[in-house]
């Protein structure tokens, strides 16, 4: 059974660092495109940050330059390194990996992702 577990969230001070990892289990073809997402309660779940089978990147405005995804298929798990924290990083993360065979033009699209974790959440104090 295909499964992402997520973990590395904390509560951290603004201008710290956390590394969250995401590892995919039960998956019968080595990733294509995965992406995180995060979601503060009464908001819609945004997209932070995409890679694709070749290591192309994509990242939220609010988070280029602070943060770094990265894949490693010999571990097959998924990294998200926070750099330069803020309060409003304060979220659930969430690891996805769609079933079709690229990001596409839209890699934030929620409707894109058949897989999901269970999210991690990560908290920054001012």
């Known amino acids: 059974q295909a499964q992402l577990v997520e973990s590395g969230g904390d509560s951290v001070q603004a201008g710290g660092s956390l590394r969250l990892s995401c590892v995919r289990s039960?998956?019968?073809?080595?990733?294509?495109?995965m992406a995180w997402f995060r979601q503060t309660p009464g908001k819609e779940r945004e997209g932070v940050a995409a890679?694709?089978?070749?290591?192309?990147?994509t990242y939220a405005d609010s988070v280029k330059g602070r943060f770094a995804i990265s894949n490693s298929n010999a571990k097959n798990t998924l990294y998200l390194q926070m750099t330069s924290l803020k309060p409003e990083d304060t979220a659930m993360y969430f690891c996805?990996?769609?079933?079709?065979?690229?990001?596409?033009?839209?890699?934030?699209?929620?409707?894109?992702?058949?897989?999901w974790g269970q999210g991690t959440q990560v908290t920054v104090s001012s």
């Open positions: 996805a990996e769609t079933a079709r065979t690229y990001c596409g033009p839209r890699p934030f699209m929620t409707d894109n992702y058949n897989y």
């Open positions: 890679i694709n089978i070749i290591g192309t990147t």
């Open positions: 039960g998956f019968a073809y080595r990733s294509y495109c």
